[in-house]
């Protein structure tokens, strides 16, 4: 941990309430005490992840699936999808409600969030006392996938640094895409005949965005790994971290941020033809890959065994949740979906002690439930199915 900062308690969801969320018509669930760890057992399609799915939407950004808002309705549900919970933050009690609305039968585009019954303009409030960390298996291939997925989940994780980060990705992208559309299209005004001042002002908002998410990238992976470094030995492999973008590279060497704008817009302004040709912009941080490497093995992560990514996987999430423990004096909300069924007992025994000792309260699902044994003083446990959440006792 940094010098200087220092946990005050962690985030604990004490009441959980979903409507038309999903499987669940309603459903409301109590947790009575502050046990570091929630299990949720039942068979496959019973409503786990969904419930999980539910508390990633107390962050910011698109949830722990990234689906349209409209899907989370549940099918054949009259109004849209709300999800309330009442949260303990370090002592203090904090009612969110976040879903859509209806209004004559017009269901909103954006979510809406209220924050102790208050609305607030935009869910990126949702980051700034608390982070809600999530480990799926969707998250399995990552090491074995296209940058593309890389990059989502680095700047998802950058999120819980800079709240503003994917707003200005997006505005990256919409610029972009804008320059795509103006030097490919034939007719007038457009490709060869695209204005130059235009092109030029796009491109210099471009890199303006760009450095903006570069920044961030690199100041948060750079944190990441001071927390990465302190995982030494232990059965979760310390993982190393590296920035594979033109723009990260640059300001990483020390290039002033102004100056590696101006560098991006040049770049962008020579490559005008080679884009044209090629429907799409060759340079940018559109194209960023997150590099990791098993650092004991000095491996990358794709040419490490299947068990072995598991393991690097979990040690990027798990100083994910230190770092943000850091940072907010707050342990954060943990979301781990099926991460225990891979694991062997030892593994598992070591992951369980790491997640409750965070400081914060750490979901986790499981088909069955003798993955959780011996967790009765540390967990609450709740079999799913039915649309229902219901407390198990073992
Ligand atoms: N919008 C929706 N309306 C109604 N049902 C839905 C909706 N979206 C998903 N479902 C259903 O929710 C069910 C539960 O899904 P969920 O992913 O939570 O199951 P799970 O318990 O995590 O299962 P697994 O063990 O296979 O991961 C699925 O059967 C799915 O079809
Ligand atoms: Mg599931």
């Not at 004490?14 to 570091?36: C, N, Q």
């Not at 969030?113 to 982070?131: E, F, H, I, K, T």
């Not at 979990?314 to 991460?339: C, S, T, Y």
């Amino acid at each position: 941990m940094p010098d200087g900062a220092s946990v005050l308690g962690g985030v604990f969801v004490s009441t959980l309430t979903l409507t038309d969320f999903r499987s669940y018509e309603r459903m409301r669930i109590d947790l009575a005490g502050a046990k570091p760890l929630v299990v949720l057992t039942g068979p496959n399609g019973a409503g786990k992840t969904n419930v999980l799915e539910a508390l990633s939407y107390l962050a910011p950004g698109r949830g722990l699936r990234r689906a349209a808002l409209g899907e989370v309705t549940r099918l054949g549900a009259e109004g849209p999808w709300a999800v309330a919970a009442t949260l303990n933050v370090a002592g203090e009690s904090v009612r969110v409600g976040t879903g859509l609305t209806a209004e004559g039968g017009v269901v909103s585009d954006r979510r809406v969030v209220r924050l102790d019954g208050v609305s607030v303009a935009n869910s990126n409030m949702l980051g700034d006392r608390w982070s809600v960390v999530w480990l799926t298996p969707q998250m399995d291939r990552l090491f074995l996938e296209g940058p593309s997925s890389r990059r989502r989940f680095l700047d998802r994780l950058v999120l819980g640094l800079y709240p503003d980060h994917s707003r200005q990705v997006g505005a990256y992208e919409r610029v972009m895409r804008e320059r795509n559309r103006l030097l490919g299209d034939k007719g007038p005004g457009k490709g060869r005949d695209a204005d130059p001042a235009w092109l030029s002002a796009l491109e210099a908002r471009m890199a303006e965005h760009a450095v903006a998410v570069a920044v961030a990238r690199l100041d948060f992976a750079g944190q990441l790994a001071g927390q990465l470094a302190e995982a030494t030995g232990g059965p979760f492999p310390r993982a190393e971290l590296a920035l594979d973008g033109w723009l990260e590279q640059k300001l990483a060497e020390g290039t002033p941020a102004s100056d590696a704008e101006a560098a991006l817009k040049n770049r962008l302004q020579a490559s005008r033809r080679r884009d044209a040709a090629a429907g799409r912009a060759g340079e940018g941080v559109h194209k960023t890959d997150l590099v990791v490497t098993h650092a004991p093995k000095a491996m990358r992560a794709d040419l490490c065994s299947t068990g072995e990514q598991k393991a690097l996987l979990i040690a990027l999430i798990l100083a994910n949740a230190r770092l943000q423990a850091a940072l907010k004096g707050l342990a954060p909300l943990l979301l781990m979906d099926e991460v225990a069924a891979h694991l062997d007992t030892d593994r598992r025994a070591a992951l369980f002690d790491a997640l409750a000792g965070l400081g914060g309260q750490c979901w986790l699902t499981g088909t069955d439930r003798a993955l959780f044994d011996g967790l009765e003083d540390r967990a609450e446990f709740f079999d799913v199915g039915d649309g229902k959440l219901l407390p198990s006792h073992g």
